[in-house]
Each structure stands twice: as structure tokens, then as C-alpha cells.
T-cell receptor, first 113, second 113 residues
């Protein structure tokens, strides 16, 4: 997991504000993912990207947006349309091939003020 | 809905007791992976099982993949306080576009010293 960084570690959002979570990897992985984790819950897929300049919606994409302009970077924007954004956000990347073992970053905790 | 289920959701054990978590899928899996998330941390890859009936061991941890490739289990022998955390299974569902992982809800293990 040393090759994936997420920032900030904690983020506070005001009502009606968009915020962007950073995810950077230097593992040369093609695929990157964003998950949301609520307290005591599992991981739910928000968005994923298999290759630069391409991304797909996951199970809970509403209220979120992403971009993949560089292989190393996959930022997630939590928009004001996301009414319940308080959660732990995890970014992951995976090696190429059919078996997608995922390497996770340290996560960002988002809190709404 | 969720296609990969884990039971139990929580488990309290006395240090030295054994622990097992079970993972069940509604569809056949091409492979299954297990991850561990320490409290306040991020998921870390433990192991992957690919073959029907496969059994793998890592010290006190034994992982098993069912014959039908729809279920899996993780057994910990003689738990220690360092085993505390949430254990997730993640299935590679066949015919899933992009060959994505679907995570179970996790089993949170608490060990009393």
C-alpha cells in the first residue's frame, strides 16, 4: 500500500460545497477505484477506471464525479448533490490481468459541518 | 442487491479461541480474495483462492474455497489480540463487465485478552 497516497486524511465539508479527494499511485497500475465505507459497513464501489481517460459508474455514483487524465491520478469530487457524504473514502488500484487484487490507500474521512 | 454475503457480522472471542467467518455468493466466482482491515486502517490483501476446493494456509489462518466456487471461509486458530479487525471477502464474479471485485459486508473480530 506504500505506493498509493490519499489526501487529505480528514476533510470537512460545509452544506452545498463541493470537495475533491486526491488519490495518487506510483505503482504503474492501470485500474483505479473509489469506494465508500460507512461505519461498521463494507465497501461500496463509487467509480472505477480501467484506463486513462475512461471511467465507469459503480453501485453508488450519484452525487460523485471523477476524472482520469493521468494514469497516476484519480481524484473524486463529492458534489453538493450527495446528501449524506459523511463516510470513509478509500481509493484502490490494481495490477493488470484478469485477477484484480486491489491495493488500497490510507483513506480520507469526510465530515459534514 | 449485494451478491456476496458474509456471516457473522460481528464476533467476540476470548484470546486463544478459534474464529471462522463465512462468505457466500449468489453466483459462481472465478476467484475469491480475502482482506483484513485493522481498526482505523485500510483493507490489506491477505490471499487469493482460484481453484475449486482449494485450501491455503498462512500460519494460524486457513482459507478455503468451496467445490462449487460459491462460498469460502477463513478460519483462525488460537486467536491473538493482533487478529483484531474486520475481515472482508471479495469475489471476482464471472461475466461481470470489467472483472470487478464485489466485497462482502465483512466480519468484525474482537478478541478479549
Amino acid at each position: 500500500d506504500g505506493g498509493i497516497t490519499q489526501s487529505p486524511k480528514y476533510l470537512f465539508r460545509k452544506e452545498g460545497q463541493n470537495v475533491t479527494l486526491s488519490c495518487e499511485q506510483n505503482l504503474n497500475h492501470d485500474a483505479m477505484y473509489w469506494y465508500r465505507q460507512d461505519p461498521g459497513q463494507g465497501l461500496r464501489l463509487i467509480y472505477y477506471s480501467q484506463i486513462v481517460n475512461d471511467f465507469q459508474k459503480g453501485d453508488i455514483a450519484e452525487g460523485y464525479s471523477v476524472s482520469r487524465e493521468k494514469k497516476e491520478s484519480f481524484p473524486l469530487t463529492v458534489t453538493s448533490a450527495q446528501k449524506n457524504p459523511t463516510a470513509f473514502y478509500l481509493c484502490a488500484s490494481s495490477i493488470p490481468g484478469a485477477v484484480k487484487t486491489q491495493y488500497f490507500g490510507p483513506g480520507t474521512r469526510l465530515l459534514v459541518l | 442487491g449485494q451478491q456476496v454475503m458474509q456471516i457473522p457480522q460481528y464476533q467476540h472471542v476470548q484470546e486463544g479461541e478459534d474464529f471462522t467467518t463465512y462468505c457466500n455468493s449468489s453466483t459462481t466466482l472465478s476467484n475469491i480474495q480475502w482482506y483484513k482491515q485493522r481498526p482505523g486502517g485500510h483493507p490489506v490483501f491477505l490471499i487469493q483462492l482460484v481453484k475449486s476446493g482449494e485450501v491455503k494456509k498462512q500460519k494460524r489462518l486457513t482459507f478455503q474455497f468451496g467445490e462449487a466456487k460459491k462460498n469460502s471461509s477463513l478460519h483462525i486458530t488460537a486467536t491473538q489480540t493482533t487478529d483484531v479487525g474486520t475481515y472482508f471477502c471479495a469475489g471476482n464474479i464471472r461475466d461481470n463487465a470489467g472483472n470487478m471485485l464485489t466485497f462482502g459486508g465483512g466480519t468484525r473480530l474482537m478478541v478479549k485478552p
